[in-house]
């Protein structure tokens, strides 16, 4: 104890600290993610048929399973400047009220105006759409996260942005929506009836409130069908875990500044953007055999792709535009019910995490979002951030696992990442507060439903 380093409540990295290159896990992985297949030949995607939807250098980054690093360009790192290095926090006061012996940590991906870690990604994208000379690029955003960050890049660099914004929250979150308009972005309600396949999930599903599934598809459809666009998406791809992987890399970069060695890394997952950043380097070390971590994904009781998923191909979106990807999925068709206020719909996991989740490198657990609410409430009157509740996934399990260690009296070194701010959330925690929250856990029968629905890949 005596020789022990006093740690700061915050520990932040100078800006000649900050990593100068993303680090793509795959490259250590022995069994890689397995490829995009087309939907039609059921053969890997090449780059010629990738770059119609994408742009070449994203595609080349999305198809790249050997290169370990790759150079964050100047441009993006004058840009990480602006909100970045994100603090790494001792939750000193968490711990103190949990009276528990662990050490807690949290990197914070809250404090830039999009409120979220999205913007590690979007400005990438937006950068090498910006470089290939396109006019604009199209989008789907859910609560709202991706479609503001990715609006915030697009105006720093003079695109055009058009974002299909699922229903239920373009109506539940009009604040995200102005948010969005504010940087100029052009915000339509999904499913719309500007596309073909908008049109037809109108027609088959009346009245629905919509579904990521359903925006991507439109979001393509309209970027595929106008010169100069092309689509980005803002989580489940390995480009967007490669960008993402400046919150481990900052993270590894405070903990080794003091010598600490983290036992367990905890991150809610949605399509597994922020958790495979956040566990990237870390993982790197446990793929080759230098250390070893309790990784741990936190996901919704509502939909629950690690838990209750097949690991199987499916669709990535629900008009089937999209190339195959093999993941752990509740099939494409899978719409969580609408009174799931918690963010991290998404149907299916990132091709590389499902895969290290399947050869047991990191395990998952899922949580009721009642018990996400009440542990996002513990956590803002100690520690003062006011969490998303997407984050307040991973608090959960990092609040369960410190009261373990108050039991045991081990002093394990935990940490987490708090993906951001809920100040658009506040539907929902007042929900939760007027005791009106309800748990939602898809039975077997609902989930064997969309299973039957999964395509035919022998692979
Ligand atoms: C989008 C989002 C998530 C989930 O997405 P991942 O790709 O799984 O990281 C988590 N937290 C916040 C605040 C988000 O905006």
Request: charged residues 25%; negative net charge.
């Amino acid at each position: 104890m005596s020789n022990e380093k006093k740690i700061p409540y915050k520990i932040y990295l100078d800006e000649s600290e900050m990593p100068k290159a993303w680090y793509n896990l795959r490259a250590d992985m022995k069994n890689k993610p397995a490829p995009l297949l087309n939907p039609g030949t059921l053969e890997p995607m090449t780059f010629e048929e990738l770059t119609p939807v994408f742009c070449e250098d994203l595609v080349k980054q999305e198809l790249d399973d050997t290169t370990p690093y790759f150079e964050i360009p100047e441009e993006i790192r004058n840009f990480y400047k602006m909100y970045r290095p994100s603090p790494l926090v001792r939750a000193y006061c968490l711990e103190e009220k949990l009276g528990t012996p662990a050490k807690i940590y949290y990197k914070f991906e809250g404090n830039n105006t999009s409120g979220s870690h999205k913007l590690n990604s979007a400005i990438a994208q937006a950068y090498y759409a910006k470089k290939q000379g396109l006019k604009g690029v199209t989008t789907e955003t859910g609560a709202g996260q991706w479609g503001t960050a990715l609006s915030m890049a697009c105006s720093y660099l003079g695109l055009d942005c058009k974002v299909y914004m699922v229903k239920c929250s373009y109506e539940q979150k009009p604040f995200r929506r102005e948010v969005m308009r504010t940087y100029g972005a052009q915000v339509t309600p999904s499913p719309s009836m500007d596309t073909k396949i908008g049109q037809k999930i109108n027609a088959e599903h009346p009245g629905t409130t919509g579904s990521l599934g359903c925006a991507i598809s439109e979001a393509v459809e309209a970027a595929t069908s106008t010169p100069g666009y092309r689509y980005v998406l803002g989580s489940v791809l390995n480009q967007v875990l490669l960008h993402q992987s400046v919150i481990g890399l900052e993270t590894k970069a405070a903990l080794d500044k003091y010598d600490i060695k983290p036992d367990m890394i905890i991150g809610c997952a949605g399509g597994g953007s922020n958790l495979g950043g956040l566990i990237a380097p870390f993982m790197g070390e446990k793929l080759r055999g230098e250390a070893d971590y309790e990784i741990i994904a936190v996901e919704p009781a509502s939909c629950p792709s690690f838990t209750r998923g097949k690991f199987a191909y499916d669709f990535c979106d629900t008009g089937m535009v999209c190339p195959l990807a093999k993941m752990k999925t509740l099939g494409a068709d899978f719409i969580p019910a609408p009174n799931h206020a918690g963010g991290l719909r998404y149907h299916g996991m990132s091709s590389t995490l499902s895969q290290l989740y399947e050869d047991g490198y990191m395990k998952a657990v899922a949580v009721t979002q009642t018990d996400v609410f009440a542990a996002a409430e513990q956590f803002a009157r100690v520690e003062g951030i006011l969490p998303a509740p997407e984050s307040s996934h991973a608090i959960k399990v990092a609040i369960d696992e410190a009261l373990k260690c108050k039991e045991t009296g081990e002093e394990k070194t935990i940490v987490f990442g708090l993906t951001g701010t809920g100040y658009f959330d506040m539907y929902a925690y007042e929900k939760f507060h007027d005791g009106l929250m309800t748990d939602y856990i898809p039975t077997d029968e609902d989930l064997e439903k969309s299973f039957a629905k999964l395509p035919k890949v022998d692979k």
